[in-house]
Structure formats: C-alpha cells, structure tokens
Antibody, heavy 123, light 110 residues
C-alpha cells in the first residue's frame, strides 16, 4: 500500500520558519516528480511547489517564491519543504503529492496524496 | 497564477447528470492537455478522478468523464449517487501559469 505521511507542521509566529517532511512508503519516488499542495481552512486547493524526479528542476507558486525551498532525498524516499518568512496567509493544511508521470518534469497530475500536516502562523 | 473559475455549487437529483465547468484564460490551458479533476470529501485528501482531460485512473467509475473546449474544461458525473456529494477541483498546467487549481465546486445530491 502506498502511503505518504507528512510531518513538521505546527504553530509558528509570523516571520518564523518551519520545515515540513513527507515520508513515502510502498513505492520508490526516485522516478517521479513530487509536489506540495496546500489548503487554507475552509478554502480551495493551492499548488505550492514541485521538484522533478531527479531534483534538477523545481518550481514555486508566486505566493511562496523566494521564501520556500523544496528538496528531496531519493535514498530516504522523502520530500521536504523549508518555509521561511511565514505569514498568516501561509496558514493551511499542507499536502505532499506524487506526480503520476514517470520521469516527468512535474506537470501533474497527482495520483497519491498524504493526509496533510497543519501549519498555523499566528502570534 | 490566478485560480481557474468553477461554479461554487451544483445540485441535482440522484440518477441525473451534472456538469462542472472550469474556465480560465487561454493561457491557463494552452495547447497542453494537462487538465485534471479531483474529488475531495470533507476532512480527506483529494483523489484523482480524471487526468489529461478525459482519462480515468484505474478504479475510477466510468460515470466520470472529462472534456475540454477552448478555455473551458468540464467534468460530467452521470447517474448521480449520494456518494458523489463532495467538493470537486479542476487543475491545469502550462509553462506560463505553472500548476493552477480551480476555485472548487460543491456537488449536492438532492
């Protein structure tokens, strides 16, 4: 069974930093792009970032560009998101998602999702 | 990276069909066919229903179908069932807009 398990969420003050992790089991992610998608409470989905299967290509939503950094460890079969300069607008449930395309560049779609980790930015 | 526009809600009786539209500028869809649809139940992670405009992953009911014309993509749910009550999101990728989701549509089965 494929499982994506996010961790690292929590309460952080505005301007603070947080590092999210996503541990994947049940399949090797080293040939698939990976993504982070977030959902603010009661709101819709927002794509945050992607990293290609080999890590050579990354992309960010304009709302997080320059503040968030995505990375992956194909040996540990995991994904990370370093979030800096956080604001209340970053408060959301953060999902890790696997790209469906083998050795794709990260255009989607997302065939496996984790259950999310909640990030709350508040003083 | 503006969100694609979907109707906030649609409702229909069991057994009927509903179509959810997903509209954006032509640049949101471009010449690519990277249009996907997801279903999300309350408190749960989204699930992929349709990819590449009109393809269903293994295990997804044939009651779900997708299409695209110009700057509008559509998801049709046929033979509506109580279990179809959920939120539905479209998504698209282009080199210009990257990956963008729709605003989401709540489907209510009357």
């Amino acid at each position: 069974e494929v499982q994506l398990v996010e961790s690292g969420g929590g309460l952080v003050q505005p301007g603070g930093s947080l590092r999210l992790s996503c541990a994947v089991s049940g399949l090797k992610i080293d040939e698939y792009a990976m993504h982070w998608v977030r959902q603010a409470p009661g709101k819709g989905l927002e794509w945050v970032s992607r990293i290609s299967w080999n890590g050579d290509n990354v992309g960010y939503a304009d709302s997080v560009k320059g503040r968030f950094v995505i990375s992956r460890d194909n040996v540990k079969n995991s994904l990370s998101l370093q979030m800096n300069s956080l604001s209340s607008e970053d408060t959301a449930l953060y999902y890790c998602a696997k790209d469906m395309e083998w050795e794709g560049g990260g255009e989607g779609p997302f065939d496996y999702w984790g259950q999310g980790t909640l990030v709350t930015v508040s003083s | 990276q503006s969100a694609l526009t979907q109707p906030a809600s649609v409702s229909e009786s069991p057994g009927q069909s509903v179509t959810i539209s997903c509209t954006g500028p032509s640049s949101a869809f471009g010449t690519y066919n990277y249009v996907s649809w997801y279903r999300q139940y309350p408190g749960k992670a989204p699930q992929l229903l349709i990819y590449h405009v009109n393809n269903r992953p293994s295990g997804v009911s044939s009651r779900f179908s997708g299409s695209k014309s110009g700057s509008t993509a559509s998801l049709t749910i046929s033979g509506l069932q109580a279990e179809d009550e959920a939120d539905y999101y479209c998504s698209s990728y282009t080199r210009v807009s990257n990956i963008v989701f729709g605003t989401g549509t709540k489907v209510t089965v009357l």
